[in-house]
């Protein structure tokens, strides 16, 4: 009998897409509680049942003989990001009908994005990539002594927060460069194009050469001559 082929688990590219992918979630939890303007299409109700639910069940399955770390308080939490998601995802719907323009996988606006900070702060989402995951993780530091569970959540939701910003950020950024390379390439294009037109412009003109047809004047002398003898 052959030996059988060895299946290969999953490359460490693999690993790592999937990790970027899966970061999301937890994000979307914390981002549905503190922003007020996440896209529709993020706030999918499936995606928050899917998400929530699993944190509920958690904190369902962990309660009986786990009381001193409140697993409870993981249930509670998921139904306010359930909830919170589903009355953005309301209120988008409204403001899709009333024509108001927003990119539907918008990651939202830091509540901390006051107007007032300076523009050093506020740009390039300074606000929402680092003061965000900062605030949540030092929520679930604060809560740890008390409820260990949801705690501990907190702390992993920030990060993947982090991250998943990170990840929007990089991407945006390589979108901006390859625009601005596009527009470098089409100048350096046009300027090539130029060039060779105005060589073209430039040189003479050339007579036609190839081969002649019909009499020549001196021939045509000649056959005028004989015919006046």
Same mark, same amino acid.
């Given at each position: 009998?052959?030996? =059988?082929? =060895? @299946? ?6 693999? =690993? ?7 970061? !999301? ?23 928050? $049942?899917?998400?929530?639910?699993? %944190?509920?069940?958690?904190?369902? %399955? ?25 009355? &953005? ?12 323009? &927003?990119? #539907? ?25 680092? $003061?965000?995951? $900062? ?11 008390? #409820? ?19 990840? $929007? ?19 350096? @294009? ?9 060589? =073209? ?5 050339? !007579? ?8 020549? &004047? ?12």
């Amino acid at each position: 009998m052959p030996p =059988q082929p =060895q @299946q290969q688990g999953p490359t460490f590219r693999e =690993q790592y897409a999937f990790a970027k992918w899966f970061m !999301q979630f937890p994000a979307l939890t914390l981002m549905g509680l503190s922003r007020r303007d996440v896209g529709y299409r993020l706030l999918n109700p499936l995606l928050h $049942i899917a998400v929530d639910g699993s %944190l509920a069940l958690v904190g369902i %399955l962990a309660e009986p003989g786990h009381e001193d770390v409140r697993p409870i308080d993981l249930l509670i939490f998921a139904l306010l990001s359930f909830c919170a998601g589903l009355a &953005q995802r309301i209120h988008r719907w409204w403001e899709l009908n009333a024509a108001v323009r &927003q990119h #539907s996988f918008y990651i939202g606006t830091s509540p901390f994005n006051f107007r007032w900070l300076p523009k050093i702060f506020r740009r390039n989402r300074r606000m929402a990539r680092f $003061i965000d995951p $900062i605030f949540w993780f030092l929520i679930g530091l604060a809560l740890f002594p008390f #409820s260990r569970v949801l705690a501990c959540y907190l702390m992993f939701a920030a990060f993947c927060l982090r991250t998943y910003e990170y990840i $929007i950020h990089q991407r945006e950024r390589n979108l901006d460069l390859d625009a601005v390379d596009g527009l470098i390439n089409a100048e350096l @294009q046009g300027e090539t194009v130029e060039q060779f037109e105005n060589v =073209q412009d430039t040189r003479p003109q050339q !007579q036609a050469t190839g081969i002649p047809t019909g009499l020549g &004047q001196d021939v045509r002398e000649h056959i005028k001559r004989r015919k006046g003898k």
